[in-house]
């Protein structure tokens, strides 16, 4: 009887190493597979509005059935120092399911080109890991924003790693929560180091430039030989 | 335990073999469609987003 119990113990120890292997495959892999197709799933739905100029976001009712796409995307980020066309959706708010879809934007911080702090959040590891290679952009590097109507060139300035509760760093004039803004800036935030939520790497850029549309692919192809 | 499961599967080798195999399968798929995203809130890997 009590060796029967023990093979049972055993048997039950091996099930629970084995879900718990099974988490970090779920958690290392699939993730990014889920959140890369919803990610390319909202650039595409974008792109259709922006093409369609009705500056409407991807809520819009554009007659296409939004299921399981999370409304509120309204721009899309380009870096080109992540490679020859990354491209992500950056959506309303930093909820756990937003960033699942794409860049989050922060709730009151200015929106893209205004005068502020444009601030916007992504995943390092995991859930397609917009943010990965956060720590590879280098002072001068250009963060392109594009909405229905602009193209927002911002230029990066530098970055700071700080405590998760270092809010300042979203602030609309970064590190100086009570003053008023005169620049329009841009912040990007993830967790640091990769594979750890113990501290945020902070980057931040600033406006250089507003754009048409149309002048997307040069300051793009511009941005990455540069 | 897995032995019990084994032994309560009809059929023979083969056919046990497939039940046990769509038995995993299913495991894994409800793990991960339910179990692992309620699971991983808990877990300090990925918060990216800085706040009080």
């Known amino acids: ?226 | 335990m897995y032995a019990a499961l084994w032994r309560a599967l009809p059929g023979p080798t083969w056919a046990k073999a497939l039940q046990a195999a769509v038995l995993l399968a299913v495991v894994v798929a409800v793990c991960f469609r339910w179990v692992f995203p309620v699971l991983e809130p808990l877990m300090p890997f990925a918060d990216v987003t800085v706040g009080p």
């Open chain 1, 1 to 226: 009887m009590a060796r029967r119990l023990l093979g049972v113990a055993g048997e039950l120890l091996v099930t629970l190493g084995a879900l718990l292997l099974l988490f970090v495959v779920w958690q290392l892999w699939w993730t990014d597979v889920v959140a890369n197709r919803q990610a390319a799933q909202v650039v595409e739905r974008l792109r259709e509005d922006f093409a369609d100029d009705t500056g409407s976001t991807a809520a819009g009712g554009d007659g296409v059935a939004p299921v399981g796409l999370p409304s509120g995307a309204f721009a899309l980020l380009h870096v080109p120092r992540f490679g020859d066309g990354w491209v992500r959706p950056v959506l309303d708010g930093t909820d756990r399911e937003v960033l699942a879809s794409g860049v989050g934007h922060y709730d009151g911080t200015a929106g893209p080109g205004e005068v502020g702090n444009f601030a916007v959040a992504g995943h390092r590891t995991t859930w397609g890991r917009p943010f990965h290679d956060i720590d590879r952009l280098r002072a001068g590097d250009r963060v392109l924003v594009e909405t229905a109507d602009h193209v927002y060139v911002y230029a990066v300035t530098g970055h700071e790693v700080v405590p998760p509760t270092e809010v300042d760093v979203v602030a609309a004039v970064p590190g100086d929560p009570g003053a008023a803004p005169e620049r329009a800036v841009l912040t990007m935030t993830s967790c640091h180091p990769r594979y750890s939520a113990a501290e945020r790497y902070v980057v931040h850029a600033e406006l250089l430039d507003t754009l048409d549309p149309a002048d997307l692919d040069p300051a793009l192809s511009a941005a990455t030989e540069g």
